[in-house]
């Protein structure tokens, strides 16, 4: 499609979709804690608890990124 392999595509989609799907997640938190007049530390766990699932995915796209590094 538009001279793009499916590959490609599928490289593309997993970079910026899950990206910008990740940073509205954060927004949906954020917002919820606002709605629940959550407070400092009452947002504070909100990302802690509900944004540790979206650090635990970033960390392990740097660990395949920085290990196929070191093994060439």
Not at 31 to 58: C, D, H, N, P, Y
């Amino acid at each position: 499609m538009f001279g793009y392999s499916e590959e490609q595509i599928a490289q593309f989609g997993l970079t910026f979709g899950v990206t910008a799907f990740m940073l509205y997640m954060v927004f949906i938190i954020l917002q919820l804690a606002r709605e629940s007049k959550a407070g400092k530390f009452g947002t504070f766990i909100l990302l802690l608890g509900l944004g540790f699932g979206l650090v635990g995915f970033a960390a392990k796209g740097l660990i395949k990124y920085f290990l196929s590094g070191l093994g060439e």
